[in-house]
C-alpha cells in the first residue's frame, strides 16, 4: 500500500495526515498520541474512526497538527484521518464514518469583534447617569 494523504480542519486547526500500512503507531508532530494528547477524551476523539472502522491496528499515522486549541486539534485530527481511511477503502468504511457523521466539516468559526462593543455580541454596560 502507498502512502495515503488527507486535511482536517477544525477552527483554526490544521490537521495533515499520511497513512501508510503498519502496526497502529500514531505521530504526531514528532511525539507519540499519549504524550501529544495526555487527556483520555482527546484520545478518544482521535480514535474514534479507527475504532468504528476495527483498523486500530492496521495502519501507522503520521500528522503535522498546526494551529488552534488542542480540542480543535483533535477533532480536525479526527476528519483527517476520517478522509483517509475513505481514500484507502472507500465503499468498506465510507458508509460507516458518514454514519456517525466523521466526514462532515465543522464549519463554525469564532465571530468577529465589532467596534464599539467589547465581544462580538456584548455590548458595553448602559448608565442612565
Given amino acids: 500500500m502507498e502512502k ?12 495533515r495526515v499520511y497513512v501508510d500500512s503498519g502496526k497502529g503507531n500514531i505521530t504526531i508532530n514528532g511525539k507519540e498520541l499519549a504524550v501529544y494528547f495526555p487527556d483520555d477524551s482527546l484520545k478518544y476523539i482521535v480514535m474514534q474512526p479507527l475504532n468504528v472502522t476495527n483498523t486500530a491496528g ?21 476528519l483527517a484521518i476520517s478522509r483517509a481511511l475513505c481514500k484507502i477503502d472507500a465503499e468498506a468504511y465510507r458508509s460507516v464514518l458518514k454514519k456517525e457523521g466523521f466526514l462532515s466539516r465543522d464549519a463554525r468559526e469564532v465571530e468577529r469583534k465589532k467596534p464599539g462593543q467589547p465581544g462580538a455580541r456584548r455590548r458595553f454596560q448602559f448608565s442612565k447617569r
Fill in 4 to 15: 495515503v494523504n488527507a486535511l482536517g480542519r477544525r477552527k483554526s486547526a490544521v490537521a
Fill in 58 to 78: 492496521n495502519f501507522d499515522i503520521t500528522v503535522n497538527l498546526d494551529g488552534g486549541g488542542i480540542k480543535g486539534q483533535a477533532e480536525a485530527l479526527r
